[in-house]
C-alpha cells in the first residue's frame, strides 16, 4: 500500500502568483483533511471532506483559497493569490471507517512564497 | 475553547533515562486523545490513542480527566525514539473526528 500521495514535494513561488497541490488518499478512505503546518507549529485544519462533501471548512480562508474533491478520491488545494505568510508544510490525510480516529498522513508539499 | 498544551518545545534525555512528555487539553466534551509521531524524515504517524490503553514502542499514555492531561511516558528511553511528538485531541467524537494538534515536543535521546 502506497499511503497517501501528495505532490508536489516542494514548491517556490513568488507572491500573488497561484499554487495548486495534490493530494490521493488510501485507496477505500472516504474522508479527507487539508492541515497546514506552519514552522514550530501543530498541523491545524484547513478542510474535512467526506466523499466529496466538505463537512468541515471553517477554517480555510475563503478569500484566497479553495479546495475540491470532485469524485471523492483525489482532492486539489489551490491558493490565489499566495502571500508571504502562506509559507508552511500544507499536509494531507485520510481516514477510513475501520480506522476509528486514524489518520494517514502524507510526506507533505513545503511551500515557499518569495 | 478546545486546546491542546505541549509545555515542552524540548525534552533532551540519555538512553535508559525515564521520559514523560507532557500534554494538557481544553475539551468541554468527552475527549479523545491521541499521540502522534514524526521521525526524522518520515511522516506523521499515530503512535497511541487513549481509548486502546495499549503499550507502543514501550511507551504509555493515561487519560487524566481531573487534571485534563495526557502525558506520554517510557520508562527507559532509546535512542530511536527520538522525533517530534504531537499530543491531538479530537474535536468531534464519533469515527471521524477533526484533530487538535499541540505544538509538539522535540525528544532528542542521547548515547
Known amino acids: 500500500e502506497a499511503g497517501v500521495v501528495q505532490s508536489p514535494r516542494y514548491k517556490i513561488i513568488e507572491k500573488k502568483q497561484p499554487v495548486a497541490f495534490w493530494c490521493n488518499p488510501i485507496?477505500?478512505?472516504?474522508?479527507l483533511y487539508w492541515y497546514r503546518q506552519n514552522l514550530g507549529q501543530g498541523p491545524e485544519l484547513l478542510i474535512r471532506y467526506e466523499n466529496e462533501e466538505a463537512v468541515d471548512d471553517s477554517q480555510l480562508p475563503k478569500d484566497r483559497f479553495s479546495a475540491e474533491r470532485l469524485k471523492g478520491v483525489d482532492s486539489t488545494l489551490k491558493i490565489q493569490p499566495a502571500e508571504l505568510g502562506d509559507s508552511a508544510v500544507y499536509l494531507c490525510?485520510?481516514?477510513?471507517?475501520?480506522?476509528?480516529?486514524?489518520?494517514?498522513f502524507g510526506p507533505g508539499t513545503r511551500l515557499t512564497v518569495l | 475553547a478546545q486546546r491542546v498544551t505541549q509545555p515542552e518545545k524540548l525534552l533532551s534525555v540519555f538512553k535508559g533515562a525515564p521520559v514523560e512528555l507532557k500534554c494538557n487539553y481544553s475539551?468541554?466534551?468527552?475527549?479523545?486523545l491521541f499521540w502522534y509521531v514524526q521521525y526524522s524524515r518520515q511522516r506523521l504517524q499515530l503512535l497511541l490513542r487513549h481509548i486502546s490503553r495499549e503499550s507502543i514502542k514501550g511507551f504509555t499514555a493515561d487519560l487524566n480527566k481531573g487534571e485534563t492531561s495526557f502525558h506520554l511516558k517510557k520508562p527507559f528511553a532509546q535512542e530511536e525514539d527520538s522525533a517530534m511528538y504531537y499530543c491531538a485531541l479530537s474535536s468531534n467524537g464519533g469515527s471521524q473526528g477533526n484533530l487538535i494538534f499541540g505544538k509538539g515536543t522535540k525528544l532528542s535521546v542521547k548515547p
Open positions: 475539551y468541554s466534551g468527552s475527549p479523545e
Open positions: 490525510a485520510s481516514s477510513g471507517t475501520s480506522s476509528y480516529n486514524e489518520q494517514f
Open positions: 485507496s477505500g478512505h472516504n474522508t
